[in-house]
């Protein structure tokens, strides 16, 4: 599973210095990250789960702040004794937005579009232990499994597992239709979007809001003078840390410093010269000072990483001094492997973490010998060509969703280029391993692994760095999954 790349942010009308933020039963988000389609299992973009999941579209399950999973649109469920049965008993009179009754026959359909052959959903590979999907009757469905899957419960709570309706599906992308709390109201591309609450939402009383904005913008000096306009009443992932200071010392606002799911990593084509030679891809490790990056392009919030694994997880493993940084040494590996002065492209998308961060990673393989030559490019133009056609050398991005570390057994079609058969094989063991402690040995192996390979250049975990006026209630401070439910938000103005 995954899904990319985000801090968030927003767009902004600067006012004359009077206060101008939204009544109390409205909230204005701000959000870095415009999506180009609000469907979540057709489109790999985080912002769209960041605004659209569990607020207008529903799954199976549904998962905590503190990671723990819970019912949703299933009320209840069994597992038969050898764990590949799993039997969901359904909410009854819940309807879809546009009037449409939400029964078992939608699972059935929303979970075999999924899995189809022609199927566009970014996390296909969650669907892979699935042998059939039946309605047993309207209220209850019976999942088979071909496979023990540890994560399963977990990834049904997932945006990718969205329960959607044949009747609307098609037209997800510019219309959401969901179950949710909140629904579509409009769409301003290039500015905003404005969900309303759903008023035939089954539990519509527990929701306070009656009216979210998210207004889009990629500029941190804009984000910070609409946060201080009062123009904003959220900034979850303010993209300018150095910021930070001044509105911690604003009794307007709180900050936040949480955690994500998001690994920051400079990813390096394994497909194609020089990245399909591991020498070169360890000289690329050696050449990067993690400590340099955090400091310039995070202003020391973030913590290091040399793997892929989130460190506040059960399993992580220190691997941070796997390649210490040595520029001599990264120049006599790149001279060895012949490609000193070498032309390499780092095409990077729009967001702060990115652009940063690849200003530095040049200048630090331009001391070891290698012409790293930085594109930035727009969030659509990224996903055309280095998500789809792994059109890139280089680029630096997070991964933002949970348990994702099976990105590296999706094999050569996916945009690594990386295909490891023993990697693989240990990630089938990870992902149908029952026991939490096993499992957690085999993501150290996992991790162990991946180091060793230098299948990337592994930076640092992307904090969830969030401004707040100080009247908004019940936003999450960690993200242990790529959503923010707004059911339990309020804001007291």
Request: aromatic share 10%; proline share 6%; charged share 20%.
């Amino acid at each position: 599973m995954t899904r990319l790349f985000t801090t968030t942010a927003l767009t902004l009308t600067l006012g004359l210095g009077l206060s101008s933020y939204a009544a109390a039963d409205t909230l204005v988000i701000g959000l870095q990250q415009e999506p180009t389609s609000l469907d979540p299992t057709a489109d790999a973009t985080a912002s769209i789960d960041g605004m659209l999941t569990m607020n207008v579209y529903e799954s199976l399950t549904t998962v905590a702040e503190n990671g723990e999973v819970l019912p949703n649109l299933a009320t209840g469920w069994d597992v038969s004794d050898d764990g590949l049965t799993y039997t969901f008993n359904l909410a009854e009179g819940v309807t879809f937005h546009d009037g449409t009754e939400f029964d078992a026959q939608d699972v059935v359909f929303s979970f075999n579009r999924a899995m189809a052959e022609d199927s566009t959903n970014p996390s296909k590979g969650i669907f892979k232990p699935i042998a059939s999907v039946t309605a047993l009757d309207p209220q209850t469905v019976e999942i088979k499994l071909k496979e023990k899957d540890a994560f399963f419960l977990f990834n049904m709570g997932q945006g990718d597992s969205s329960i959607v309706a044949q009747e609307s599906a098609d037209t997800n992308n510019t219309d959401p239709v969901g179950t949710g709390p909140f629904k579509l109201d409009n769409w301003t591309r290039g500015d905003r979007l404005t969900l309303v609450k759903n008023a035939d939402y089954r539990d519509a009383d527990s929701v306070a809001l009656d009216s979210v904005e998210f207004r889009f913008i990629s500029d941190p000096a804009a984000a910070t003078a609409a946060m201080m306009a009062e123009e904003l009443d959220a900034f979850p992932g303010f993209p300018a840390p150095e910021l930070l200071p001044q509105f911690e010392a604003d009794p307007r606002f709180r900050v936040n410093v949480g955690s994500t799911e998001g690994e920051v990593i400079l990813a390096m084509n394994n497909a194609k010269p020089p990245f399909d030679n591991i020498e070169v891809r360890r000289a690329v490790a050696t050449a990067i000072d993690r400590d340099e990056i955090i400091e310039g392009a995070m202003y020391g919030q973030a913590v290091p990483i040399g793997s892929f694994y989130p460190p506040h997880g059960t399993a992580y493993v220190d691997l941070t001094g796997a390649y210490p940084h040595d520029t001599e040494k990264a120049e006599a590996m790149f001279e060895q492997a012949g490609v000193t002065g070498t032309t390499m492209t780092l095409r990077v998308p729009p967001f702060p973490y990115a652009m940063r961060s690849a200003e530095i990673i040049q200048a630090q393989l331009s001391d070891a010998g290698i012409d790293a030559k930085v594109e930035n490019v727009e969030w659509g133009f990224w996903i055309d060509e280095v998500y789809k056609k792994k059109n890139y050398d280089m680029t630096i991005i997070a991964h933002t969703s949970p348990n994702d570390m099976g990105n590296f057994a999706r094999g050569p079609d996916y945009f690594y280029g990386y295909d490891d058969a023993e990697f693989t094989t240990l990630w089938d063991a990870i992902q149908t391993e029952a026991d939490p402690a096993k499992r957690d040995e085999l993501l150290k192996q996992g991790q162990q692994y991946l180091s060793d390979q230098s299948v990337h250049g592994f930076l640092f975990q992307l904090p969830l760095l969030g401004v707040f006026r100080t009247g908004v209630k019940g936003y999450w401070a960690s993200s242990p999954v790529l959503y923010m439910p707004l059911k339990g938000v309020s804001n007291e103005g």
